[in-house]
Structures are given as structure tokens and as C-alpha cells.
């Protein structure tokens, strides 16, 4: 080897055994900010064995399980939902401002019942939903917006010591304002994932819980079993990655105030 090339690399090898100035450390990266914005999934409709059921039992985050009572998988699936780990709700039928009340299926609350039949239908479909933590509504959109019924309703949950979610089937809703009255824990919808059937439109509000939980705190998203129940599911198992990386998946009680 020349001479000047052999003084050369033992230059080198002595610059850097010495440290010369130049520093050999590893840049350290960032520490990633910690995740503070929570999501909550609600699923409604179960209790009747409808399409999505499995899919929706085999999502990979925690969600919270609406069943409706008197039905013929009532039982199970509240139980499925609980051995899991996830929070039950009673979804509550109850009256809205268009549709036929046979559509409601057993038990309903309707606005034409007098106060102790509300609170007798109330007591009856709590009893009837194993492992439940708190109530949303099954349609509603009249019987929200009426002071009375909401009235015994969430006085029938504060009994039970159950949080009520509003699915907010009307802007008309008096629940917030009767919940704060009474003491209830209450918490509102912010987007149902599947108010029209398309995949397209499913998709489409996937997108929208995504901004959501971009721009606040918390987010809780509605989605259901029955004839949107498999798109509904693929959707938010395909959504979990990219939500992951900014909020935590949590249970409807972890957000009740």
C-alpha cells in the first residue's frame, strides 16, 4: 500500500478513537405524543340473530353491544358481548315521529302510555338485558323530544344506576337537558356509520369519524347489526389502524362524565 495512503487511514482511525469534534451518537428521536382522544362504537340491534352479528362479536377493538330485549337472542347476545368484555346497553324501542309503532317490536315505549306503564316497560327490558351498564333508544325520535316520557325514563335508568346514551334521532331532544336535571350520566351520538345501506355511504362515514376524531376529544360513532351489519363491521375493522394512531378505542362508560 503507498505510504500516503497508510498515513491516511491512521489519521482517520485516530480522528475517530479521539473523538474529533464530530459526534458518533445516534440522533434520538422524538418521543410520540401520548394519545389522548378517545372513540367509543356503539352496535345496535342486537337480540334478533341479525346479519353482522359474528362480524361484529369478532371485532378486534372494544365496542359497546345496544340489545334489544324480549327478543330471541336478547339473552345470548348480551352475554356474548359481556364474556368479551364489552359494555351492554338496553336499545330501547321507542316511538318516532314517522313509522308505524309495529315496527318497534315488544315492549316499546310509546307517548299515548300513561306514566306507570312507562316506567313498567322501562324496568321490564332492563331486567330482560343481562350484564347492561346504561340505555340508548331504538328509533325515538318523538319520544326524545317529549318532556313527560323522557322524563320516567331516565328516572327509571338513575334507579337502575344506568348512563343513557342519546342516539339522537331528532335535534329536538330534551335528554341532555332532563339528564342534568336528574343526575344522569348521559353522553350524545355523533355519527351513525350506516344511516343509508351502501357500502358507498358507509364508506363514505368512516371518513367523517375519522375527521371527527381529528378535531375533538372524544367521538362516538353508531353502527348496526341487520341489513348494513357486514359492510358496517368491515368498515370499522379496516378504519382501526389508521384511528388507532390517534385516539384509543374505548368502552361507552369510560366517556361518561
Not at 330501547?92 to 312507562?118: C, F, H, N, Q
Not at 338513575?158 to 330534551?174: A, F, P, Q
Not at 344522569?184 to 371527527?212: P, S
Not at 376524531?213 to 353502527?223: A, F, Q, R, W
Request: hydrophobic fraction near 40%.
Amino acid at each position: 500500500m503507498h505510504i500516503a495512503a497508510k498515513w491516511l487511514i491512521a489519521s482517520t482511525v485516530v480522528l475517530i478513537s479521539l473523538g474529533s469534534g464530530i459526534s458518533q451518537a445516534e440522533p434520538t428521536p422524538e418521543e410520540a405524543p401520548a394519545i389522548t382522544k378517545k372513540i367509543a362504537i356503539v352496535i345496535d340491534d342486537f337480540g334478533n340473530d341479525m346479519r353482522g352479528t359474528e362480524e361484529m362479536m369478532a371485532l378486534t377493538i372494544p365496542f359497546t353491544a345496544a340489545v334489544m330485549p324480549f327478543l330471541p337472542t336478547t339473552r345470548r347476545d348480551a352475554e356474548w358481548a359481556h364474556k368479551l368484555g364489552h359494555d351492554v346497553l338496553v336499545h330501547m324501542p321507542m316511538e318516532p315521529v314517522r313509522g308505524k309503532k309495529s315496527w318497534l317490536g315488544p315492549g316499546a315505549i310509546t307517548t299515548d302510555l300513561s306514566d306507570e306503564e312507562i316506567r313498567t316497560r322501562v324496568q321490564a327490558a332492563i331486567n330482560d338485558v343481562p350484564f347492561a351498564i346504561g340505555m340508548n333508544n331504538h328509533m325515538g325520535s318523538k319520544v326524545t323530544a317529549d318532556p313527560r316520557v323522557m322524563r320516567i325514563i331516565l328516572e327509571v335508568c338513575k334507579k337502575n344506576n344506568l348512563i343513557y346514551l342519546d342516539s339522537k334521532t331528532t335535534h329536538k331532544s330534551v335528554v341532555q337537558s332532563l339528564a342534568k336535571e336528574l343526575g344522569v350520566r348521559t353522553l350524545e351520538n355523533h355519527i351513525f356509520m350506516d344511516d343509508q345501506y351502501t357500502r358507498a355511504h358507509i364508506l363514505k362515514q368512516a371518513r367523517k369519524v375519522e375527521a371527527h376524531v381529528k378535531d375533538n376529544e372524544t367521538t362516538v360513532v353508531i353502527g348496526h347489526v341487520g341489513t348494513p351489519g357486514k359492510y358496517t363491521a368491515a368498515a370499522i375493522q379496516q378504519s382501526v389502524p389508521v384511528l388507532k394512531k390517534i385516539a384509543e378505542f374505548v368502552k361507552i362508560s369510560q366517556l361518561a362524565p
